[in-house]
């Protein structure tokens, strides 16, 4: 089992920047894909970026404004969110996945592991 903590997030104001972190431990070679999901109240988790065999898959609501990234090292992952907006707000969540995760990198359902979430607020 893969375990994952998210840190970094917190609030700002529109138009600004944010970075999320996510220190991953546990990962094997079974650990195909790597993701951030976004979930506000109500409403269903969505994918926002993902990364697997030197692919990064955005969102295209995000796309030109989010940048994933991973230490290749240490599997750790990263979020850039630059020109946030206030509908970007929500709890973000890191996740960690199998080969299954091939056919959706953005869908949850693919995804086993998760962590405890980190909170970005934009306000409008």
């Known amino acids: 089992q893969v375990q994952l903590s998210e840190s970094g997030g917190g609030s700002v104001h529109p138009g600004g920047s944010l970075g999320l972190s996510c220190a991953a431990s546990?990962?094997?070679?079974?650990?195909?894909?790597m993701a951030w999901f976004r979930q506000t109240t109500g409403k269903e988790r969505e994918g926002v970026a993902s990364?697997?065999?030197?692919?990064?898959i955005y969102a295209p609501a995000v796309k030109g404004r989010f940048t994933i990234s991973q230490d290749n090292a240490k599997k750790d992952l990263f979020l850039q969110m630059d020109d946030l907006k206030p509908e970007d707000s929500g709890t973000y969540y890191c996740?960690?996945?199998?080969?299954?995760?091939?056919?959706?990198?953005?869908?949850?359902?693919?995804?086993?592991?998760w962590g405890q979430g980190t909170q970005v607020t934009v306000p409008s």
């Open positions: 990364t697997y065999g030197g692919l990064n």
């Open positions: 996740a960690a996945g199998g080969y299954a995760c091939r056919s959706g990198s953005l869908v949850a359902s693919n995804y086993v592991d």
């Open positions: 546990g990962v094997t070679r079974g650990t195909f894909c």
